[in-house]
């Protein structure tokens, strides 16, 4: 699922750094912003079934990939 959520989320940012470095800042970097995110929501819904409402994450908890896979991860656990 990891390699999913990272192919989702490079498409999103349109940049495969997010898949080589796991710490990159989304968001400071100009990778991601608010409404990317939103449709990477969707997308992720839609590829894997697990759903997260932009209104359960603040931004810090979601700035780098590596924080999103292990958001995505608790979730699909749950």
């Known amino acids: 699922m990891r390699e999913e ?3 989702l989320l ?8 997010v898949k ?4 990159t800042e989304l ?7 608010s409404l990317g995110f939103a449709e990477f929501l969707v997308d992720l819904e839609d590829h894997c079934g697990i ?6 994450v603040e931004r810090a908890d979601i700035d780098t990939p590596e924080k999103i896979l ?9």
């Open 5 to 7: 959520v990272l192919d």
């Open 10 to 17: 490079a498409e999103i940012c349109e940049d495969d750094v």
């Open 20 to 23: 080589e470095d796991l710490e």
């Open 27 to 33: 968001f400071e970097s100009g990778l991601l912003d």
């Open 51 to 56: 759903v997260i409402s932009p209104s359960e």
């Open 70 to 78: 292990k958001l995505v991860e608790a979730r699909s656990e749950a």
